[in-house]
């Protein structure tokens, strides 16, 4: 019977471990609408898949009275499991235990679990409620931090690393999620900054909230430092799910495939959805669900500078990334924020092997001083170091304007775009018509007894001459106009021609982007 | 899985859209919440001084109406736990403060006009 009572012990350990900070301290948590690091776990992955580890492990501390102290795990749930049956790792630190305090040995199972996922090249997925750093572990807590930071940066552009903010997570603990690839925040339970309330009002007078300074919608709206929005934890791990499915499990092996299924074409009909005049607004989501299997859209930072939509859909069953102008919004123009928001994407799309699609709708660069004064340059950069660094398939579809300075940004055939086309109502010039007309044939409007009659003649003149696509096709910027009933086709006729792309670069350590 | 979402055409939204004026043309479009709330720009005044960093006014050195000249010690600051002194741009006379001792002022308020 000396066996069985072993298993016993055993069983008895792990159910007080299971139980965290105990039952008071769970109240107080479901009080605040919260579910425990257990439930988060057993909730997001596919049932009964999580296998735990490290559940014994300890903090050595003993100054401040630690050594008296027994944390439950040290306030952190390591182990693996797995989402819509592909494996990943995690850890989900447990507020009920010490407040979810971030000490060596509770880093250590963190970074353990990291290095796991890192060497087995499947996802990471962390969940973050923690108050930050146990104090009484002094610099010991700063080195756990740290130690994480590191291997957030090298398992970057390897696996998929997602940060699930479900909690406070506060001062140097925001730098492992901003260190990610994705963050997903749910209203009224996620607060994220680097100093809170209490700092600001001590050091400034300023009152603000905990929600008001770094809540949810804060950081996908404001900030972007979030890129993921959700009401509840059950919608914020469906979401995650939803995006697992659509990314690879590392660098190296390619997106789940799934059955290719046609569009839905009666609702979007693609022939209807652009205006004819380019000054008029529309939804570039429906150009992007009328050409992706199924109509479905997986969109990313859907609440951040809504000028650019960023997103995932599949083109003949193979995951893409799109990258839109989004011409309902300040005219799908390119500023700070967009072309921050689209470089990022569109390396982790490079990173990971997932061919991008452009579609192409904007009137330039957004003008004026605070533009220029918050470093337009230095962000609109990025998207043309983004673009013309990414080896991944390239495929760029011109729907209506593409003038000046965003014509090149847009994943251009200068920039190394695989194939360009462009719509029979495509404007490629140098200028938009008005601004054009306004310049080049100033004298004549202003010596003319009709100006604002003069005005519109030669706006016409210049978009009959020169704001058409086949100027550009007919230099070979362009390999085909085509009709819009035919983008579907060719994209993903495209995809299948670009399927073993090789690209070869200059060798170098890495470019120097501009951050 | 989640569930997928309905096949409905987004509509364009009849109120809220502005004629977005640009180097290419004017464009009918949603603003968004950043550049409507944008602040415009205003030419630096340099008979005005404003604090770089949110802190604490810890002395006034000089007067209303006193004579100062470019380089004087105006008032002292406490900010970020350091001691900080604040000196004037300019030769000419203090109009007036905007801020008394001990009082917390934000990064870029308003200190001191000059005349």
């Known amino acids: 019977m000396a066996v069985d009572q072993k298993i016993l012990d055993l069983q008895q350990r792990k159910e007080l471990i299971s139980q965290g900070g105990g039952p008071v301290a769970i109240e107080k948590q479901k009080a605040m609408g919260k579910l425990t690091a257990r439930e988060r776990i057993d909730a997001l992955l596919d049932e009964g898949s999580f296998h735990e580890y490290d ?6 501390a003993t100054e401040f009275g630690m050594q008296s102290k027994v944390l439950a795990g040290d306030g952190v749930v390591v182990g693996t499991g797995k989402v819509c049956g592909n494996p990943v790792a995690i850890f989900a630190q447990d507020f009920t235990v010490f407040g979810g305090s971030l000490g060596l040995s ?8 990291m290095d796991y996922a890192l060497n087995m090249r499947i996802p990471l997925i962390g969940i973050n409620d923690s108050g930050g750093a146990r104090i009484q572990e002094g610099v010991s807590a700063l080195a756990g931090y740290g130690e994480i930071f590191f291997r957030n940066t090298m398992a970057s552009g390897v696996i998929p690393q997602i940060s699930v903010i479900l909690g406070p997570c506060a001062g140097g603990a925001v730098y492992s999620p901003a ?3 994705y963050v997903f925040m749910v209203d009224k339970t996620s607060k ?4 809170g309330p209490e700092v600001i009002k001590t050091v400034l007078g300023e009152e603000i909230s905990m929600e008001e300074l770094g809540g949810a919608r804060v950081h996908c709206e404001k900030t972007g430092n979030a890129h993921f929005f959700a009401h509840s934890e059950q919608e914020c791990f469906t979401q995650i799910r939803r995006l697992l499915s659509l990314v690879p499990q590392n660098n190296t092996t390619p997106a789940s495939r799934e059955p290719s299924v046609e569009p839905d074409s009666k609702v979007f009909a693609i022939d209807n959805i652009v205006p004819e005049d380019p000054s008029q607004p529309y939804d570039v989501r429906n150009v992007i669900r009328a050409v992706t299997d199924d109509s479905e859209f997986f969109e990313v930072m859907e609440l951040f500078a809504a000028n650019i939509v960023i997103g995932y859909g599949r083109m003949g069953g193979q995951t893409v990334g799109f990258i839109a102008n989004q011409p309902l919004v300040m005219a799908g123009v390119l500023d700070c924020d967009a072309s921050d928001k689209a470089a990022r994407f569109i390396r982790y799309c490079d990173a990971f092997n997932i061919p991008i699609v452009t579609l192409e709708d904007l009137p330039g660069y957004l003008p004026g001083v605070d533009q220029e004064h918050a470093g337009v340059i230095r ?5 043309l170091y983004a673009y013309s660094e990414a080896t991944v398939p390239k495929i760029t ?7 000046g300075g965003g014509y090149i940004a847009m994943c251009s055939r200068h920039l190394q775009a695989d194939f360009v086309f462009a719509w029979p109502r495509a404007e490629i010039a140098v200028m938009g018509p008005e601004g054009a007309a306004n310049i080049i044939f100033r004298k004549e409007i202003t010596a003319s007894s009709e100006p604002a009659a003069t005005r519109e003649a030669k706006i016409d003149e210049y978009r009959q001459k020169f704001a058409n696509p086949y100027v550009a096709a007919a230099k070979g910027y362009v390999d085909s106009v085509i009709e819009p009933s035919q983008t579907r086709k060719f994209i993903i006729h495209s995809l299948e021609i670009a399927s073993g792309k090789t690209v070869c670069q200059p060798t170098k350590k890495h470019g120097i982007a501009p951050f | 899985m989640m569930k997928k979402a309905e096949h409905i055409l987004a509509p364009v939204p009849e109120q809220g859209l502005i004629l977005l004026e640009t180097a290419h043309g004017s464009f009918r479009t949603l603003p968004t919440k950043k550049y409507s709330s944008r602040t415009p720009w205003v030419a630096p005044d340099s008979r005005q001084l404003f604090s770089f960093l949110p802190g604490t006014i810890t002395r006034l050195l000089v007067q209303q109406g006193q004579d100062v000249k470019k380089g004087q010690a105006i008032l002292t600051f406490n900010a970020m736990k350091m001691d900080n002194t604040y000196l004037s741009p300019r030769d000419g006379r203090v109009a007036r403060f905007l801020v008394a001792e001990q009082e917390v002022v934000a990064k870029g308020a308003l200190l001191v006009e000059f005349e």
Not at chain 1, 106 to 113: F, G, L, P, S
Not at chain 1, 192 to 195: D, H, L, N, Q, S
Request: no cysteine; glycine share 4%; aromatic share 10%.
């Open chain 1, 192 to 195: 994220m900054f680097i100093t």
């Open chain 1, 106 to 113: 509770h880093a250590r199972k963190i970074t353990k679990i």
């Open chain 1, 379 to 383: 962000h609109g950069a990025k998207l």
């Open chain 1, 397 to 403: 579809i011109i729907l209506r304007k593409a003038y």
């Open chain 1, 55 to 60: 559940m014994f492990v300890q903090h050595s």
């Open chain 1, 179 to 181: 260190l990610t690839d």
